[in-house]
Nanobody
Framework: QVQLVESGGGLVQAGGSLRLSCAASGSIFSINDMGWYRQAPGKQRELVARISSGGRTNYADSVKGRFTISRDNAKNTVYLQMNSLKPGDTAVYYC?????????????WGQGTQVTVSS
């Protein structure tokens, strides 16, 4: 059974940093594409950053140059380093796993971790 457990959220002042972690279990981590998404109150969930099984990354324009996604296959963990945080980054951050299947991809989500940036 796949499980994704996020950690590292919290309250930080504008300009500060946080590092989110997502520990995955129940599948062969190295073959999965992983992503971080966020959802602010009253808004749709949006992609923040994504890293493929091969290490290719892509970012939302709003976080480019401030956030870095990385993965450690030995630890079955994906990270999101968030620097220069802004109040607009306040949201629940979710980890997503995409596992290739015969017919496409299957996806799983973590429970989310709250990030609050005060001005």
């Amino acid at each position: 059974q796949v499980q994704l457990v996020e950690s590292g959220g919290g309250l930080v002042q504008a300009g500060g940093s946080l590092r989110l972690s997502c520990a995955a279990s129940g599948s062969i981590f190295s073959i999965n594409d992983m992503g971080w998404y966020r959802q602010a109150p009253g808004k749709q969930r949006e992609l923040v950053a994504r890293i493929s099984s091969g290490g290719r990354t892509n970012y939302a324009d709003s976080v480019k140059g401030r956030f870095t996604i990385s993965r450690d296959n030995a630890k079955n963990t994906v990270y999101l380093q968030m620097n220069s945080l802004k109040p607009g980054d306040t949201a629940v951050y979710y980890c997503k796993q995409e596992t290739p299947t015969m017919s496409g991809f299957k996806e799983w989500w973590g429970q989310g971790t709250q990030v609050t940036v005060s001005s």
